[in-house]
């Protein structure tokens, strides 16, 4: 079955950096987009940013534009979410998950089958 695990999260302080990685198995992970999302404490699970099968398209949340950058190496099976600048209002737990194959990667959290378990990254003032 598909399982995607995510690692690299932790304490930073603001204006740190912090690189996320998503490492999936079980899966042709060079024909799914990937997306990163995001939960912070009390609120809803949100878009950070998503890429395309084959890397070319991305797509960002206003809020990370700028500052964060996904990537994905297809022959590691692993996507990367870089994060630069980090404030407070990005504290929150980070899940990788798989699109629908073969389509583009969309902002949509139902658009995407697969999750991993989250890695939380704190960022303090």
């Known amino acids: 079955q598909v399982q995607l695990v995510e690692s690299g999260g932790g304490l930073v302080q603001a204006g740190g950096s912090l690189r996320l990685s998503c490492a999936a198995s079980?899966?042709?992970?060079?024909?799914?987009?990937m997306g990163w999302f995001r939960q912070a404490p009390g609120k809803e699970r949100t878009f950070v940013t998503a890429i395309s099968a084959g890397g070319g398209t991305t797509y960002y949340a206003d809020s990370v534009k700028g500052r964060f950058t996904i990537s994905r190496d297809n022959a590691k099976n692993t996507v990367y979410l870089q994060m630069n600048s980090l404030k407070t209002e990005d504290t929150a737990v980070y899940y990788c998950?798989?699109?629908?194959?073969?389509?583009?990667?969309?902002?949509?959290?139902?658009?995407?089958?697969?999750w991993g378990q989250g890695t939380q990254v704190a960022v303090s003032s």
């Open positions: 079980g899966m042709a992970f060079s024909s799914y987009p």
């Open positions: 998950a798989a699109g629908r194959q073969f389509r583009l990667p969309t902002l949509r959290s139902d658009d995407y089958s697969d």
